[in-house]
């Protein structure tokens, strides 16, 4: 078997494994052990190691934060939104200026998640922020244990951390007002328009927020592509009712290594086979076996299509603002 098609039978392996555990463990949504599995997939496994530990180090650390700043602010919409844009600004920024960038990101879009589950639905606080940490936990396990058992080691050095220069560190400034805006407008037309899945639209928009503009547009595009294949595929998949495990298995596992092949490809299209692998599996994994109806489906496929509509619009007003900005701050000294 080839390297590509190992790797995609291993990242999509290590996604059944933690659909199964999550299922086994009773978790609220198994859908995020699966995620976590096909994130941190990969043929490398010192870059396996590296990204599972930054994943379970930053989700563990923000659950408590998370849950705590619930617990203070709620009953305060108008605080927990601006605490959110505020968390999650930060998380971009911290993003390009550590060394543990990966567990930056993931902190600030853990937080986000504590901070929606806060205000959609409070009673249940504690046990999302609990099985968040399981679920993230189950995902990396299994990905670690397919890549153990079934993939290669190839060996590629991490690419280690390099400070950012004046200009890209303007540009992550930028990303953050960026996101914090479009935040801000989700929360508020959530507020006043009863949008689906609130929570899948926060976290797509943290998802395709870059500090390079060209490819923010270009991953949020790309994401309303894999949306479409991927959500598409497993929207399909879940209307045909397959009761049968064996059956969901085979056609789960069938879809996920059709994606990984694009996902870890040397293409143009990678971030569609990796977005398509996301959309594929919260269309796939619901509940504590294969889905019985399309319903919270076909929301929390809108909620992340509505997340890149807002990204792209905000992207839109803000541009020509933040274009004169960095022209200002970057213009040369006058002599003299």
């Given at each position: 078997?080839?390297?590509?098609?190992?790797?995609?039978?291993?990242?999509?392996?290590?996604?059944?494994?933690?659909?199964?555990?999550?299922?086994?463990?009773?978790?609220?949504?198994?859908?995020?052990?699966?995620?976590?599995?096909?994130?941190?997939?990969?043929?490398?496994?010192?870059?396996?190691?590296?990204?599972?530990?930054?994943?379970?180090?930053?989700?563990?650390?923000?659950?408590?934060?998370?849950?705590?700043?619930?617990?203070?602010?709620?009953?305060?919409?108008?605080?927990?939104?601006?605490?959110?844009?505020?968390?999650?600004?930060a998380?971009?920024?911290?993003?390009?200026?550590?060394?543990?960038?990966?567990?930056?990101?993931?902190?600030?879009?853990?937080?986000?998640?504590?901070?929606v589950?806060?205000?959609?639905?409070?009673?249940?606080?504690?046990?999302?922020?609990?099985?968040?940490?399981?679920?993230?936990c189950?995902?990396?396990?299994?990905?670690?244990?397919?890549?153990?058992?079934?993939?290669?080691?190839?060996?590629?050095?991490p690419k280690?951390?390099?400070?950012?220069?004046?200009?890209?560190r303007?540009?992550?400034?930028?990303?953050?007002?960026?996101?914090?805006?479009?935040?801000?407008?989700?929360?508020?037309?959530?507020?006043?328009?009863?949008l689906?899945?609130?929570?899948?639209?926060?976290?797509?928009?943290?998802?395709?927020?870059?500090?390079?503009?060209?490819?923010?547009?270009?991953?949020?595009?790309?994401?309303?592509?894999?949306?479409?294949?991927?959500?598409?595929?497993?929207?399909a998949?879940?209307?045909?009712?397959?009761?049968?495990?064996?059956?969901?298995?085979?056609?789960?596992?069938?879809?996920?290594?059709?994606?990984?092949?694009?996902?870890?490809?040397?293409?143009?299209?990678?971030?569609?086979?990796?977005?398509?692998?996301?959309?594929?599996?919260?269309?796939?994994?619901?509940?504590?076996?294969?889905?019985?109806?399309?319903?919270?489906?076909?929301?929390?496929?809108?909620?992340?299509?509505?997340?890149?509509?807002i990204?792209?619009?905000?992207?839109?007003?803000?541009?020509p603002?933040?274009?004169?900005?960095?022209?200002?701050?970057?213009?040369?000294?006058?002599?003299?």
């Amino acid at each position: 078997m080839i390297g590509g098609e190992r790797q995609a039978l291993v990242a999509a392996t290590g996604c059944w494994l933690a659909a199964v555990l999550a299922f086994w463990a009773g978790t609220s949504d198994p859908w995020w052990a699966c995620i976590s599995a096909w994130v941190v997939a990969n043929p490398n496994r010192d870059a396996l190691v590296l990204k599972s530990g930054m994943r379970v180090a930053g989700t563990l650390i923000a659950c408590i934060l998370g849950y705590n700043l619930a617990l203070v602010l709620e009953g305060q919409p108008v605080a927990q939104a601006l605490v959110l844009a505020a968390v999650s600004m930060a998380g971009i920024v911290m993003r390009y200026r550590s060394r543990f960038d990966y567990a930056w990101l993931l902190g600030s879009i853990t937080v986000a998640m504590a901070l929606v589950g806060s205000m959609t639905d409070p009673a249940t606080l504690y046990a999302f922020v609990v099985y968040r940490g399981l679920e993230i936990c189950i995902g990396v396990f299994a990905a670690m244990a397919a890549a153990l058992v079934l993939g290669v080691d190839q060996q590629e050095k991490p690419k280690g951390f390099e400070p950012g220069r004046e200009e890209e560190r303007l540009q992550a400034l930028h990303a953050a007002i960026i996101a914090g805006t479009a935040l801000l407008a989700g929360m508020t037309l959530w507020s006043w328009y009863d949008l689906p899945s609130i929570l899948q639209i926060v976290i797509s928009i943290l998802a395709v927020v870059d500090r390079d503009i060209a490819v923010m547009r270009a991953k949020s595009l790309q994401r309303i592509l894999g949306c479409v294949v991927g959500g598409g595929a497993g929207l399909a998949i879940t209307a045909m009712g397959v009761s049968s495990f064996f059956v969901w298995s085979i056609l789960f596992l069938a879809g996920l290594v059709a994606l990984a092949h694009l996902y870890h490809g040397r293409g143009a299209y990678t971030y569609v086979g990796a977005q398509g692998g996301f959309a594929f599996i919260l269309a796939m994994v619901t509940g504590t076996g294969p889905p019985d109806t399309i319903a919270p489906v076909v929301e929390r496929v809108a909620g992340m299509l509505i997340g890149v509509a807002i990204v792209l619009a905000v992207l839109a007003v803000l541009r020509p603002v933040l274009t004169a900005h960095r022209a200002a701050v970057l213009a040369p000294a006058p002599p003299g």
